[in-house]
């Protein structure tokens, strides 16, 4: 019974999923009215989230070729990036005021705050009373998707995206959740528009390369990928180490 109500939740959020796509291609073309537009969004991105939350109830399974814990955490873990953005006017929602300092009418000045010292739960609160700040909020997500914690991340992306249709980030982990989730195609379309957006983006390269492997069997399209992330001379030494061996294997 498990596995034939995985497989209608997978069912559900494939459809969402690829609805999301398709509604964004027709939006970039102008064949459907915004105001409608925006309805159908909501609706997707509900059933989407929806399919996810309870597919993540189900008893784990094995999980598929290429996507053992040890590679989704090489893939994300390799390229490390220093959790720190650049806030205006927040850092007093997670550090206590100065003796002195302004409540509010301050100037607001530029504060780099380092993210590894913030919790989830006091990021969270910042993202909820600031949900316009998008950097925040893609950092929290990110936090997220590297836990494995895909239904916590959605949400955020889905508001990301509401505020900013192309930001590379967000496609980029939506196609990547998409792929771990078992629905490759769409998540190599979401990674690709992500790419369309930032090209020659590194780690969505090694992204996009590790679904067209793994997920969609697509050998001779990701070996070009890799190439290109061997050749940018930023990938980590451990991440050279893999694209190396995968290269070696597509030519066996």
Same mark, same amino acid.
């Given at each position: 019974?498990?596995?034939? =109500?995985? !497989? $209608? %939740? ?5 459809? &969402?999923?690829?609805?999301?796509? @398709? /509604? ?47 590679? =989704?955490? !090489? $893939? %994300? ?5 220093? &959790?720190?953005?650049?806030?205006? @006017? /927040? ?133 070009p990928l890799l190439e290109a992330v061997l050749a940018s001379g930023l990938a980590p030494p451990e991440i050279v180490t893999e694209a190396e061996q995968m290269i070696a294997e597509a030519g066996s």
């Amino acid at each position: 019974m498990s596995a034939a =109500i995985r !497989l $209608a %939740l997978e069912q559900q959020r494939d459809r &969402a999923l690829d609805d999301l796509v @398709a /509604l964004r291609t027709q939006e970039a073309a102008g064949e459907i009215d915004p105001s409608h537009a925006a309805g159908l969004r909501l609706r997707y991105e509900a059933d989407a989230a929806a399919a996810l939350r309870a597919l993540e109830t189900l008893p784990e399974q094995g999980p598929a070729p290429g996507r053992s814990p040890r590679r =989704i955490a !090489l $893939a %994300l873990g390799g390229f490390a990036i220093v &959790a720190v953005v650049v806030v205006i @006017a /927040l850092v007093n929602a997670v550090e206590p005021r100065s003796a002195g300092g302004f409540v509010t009418g301050g100037p607001e000045t530029p504060t780099t705050l380092d993210l590894s010292t913030v919790s989830t739960e006091e990021m969270e609160a910042v993202v909820a009373a600031n949900p316009d700040v998008i950097p925040m909020r893609l950092a929290l997500a990110r936090r997220y998707v590297e836990a494995g914690d895909f239904s916590a991340a959605l949400p955020h992306y889905f508001e990301v995206l509401e505020r900013d249709a192309r930001n590379p980030e967000a496609l980029m982990y939506m196609g990547w959740m998409t792929y771990l989730s078992g629905d490759a195609e769409t998540g190599v379309a979401l990674i690709e528009q992500s790419l369309e957006v930032a090209p020659g983006d590194i780690l969505a390269t090694w992204l996009l390369a590790n679904a067209r492997y793994y997920g969609l069997g697509d050998r001779a399209g990701a070996v070009p990928l890799l190439e290109a992330v061997l050749a940018s001379g930023l990938a980590p030494p451990e991440i050279v180490t893999e694209a190396e061996q995968m290269i070696a294997e597509a030519g066996s």
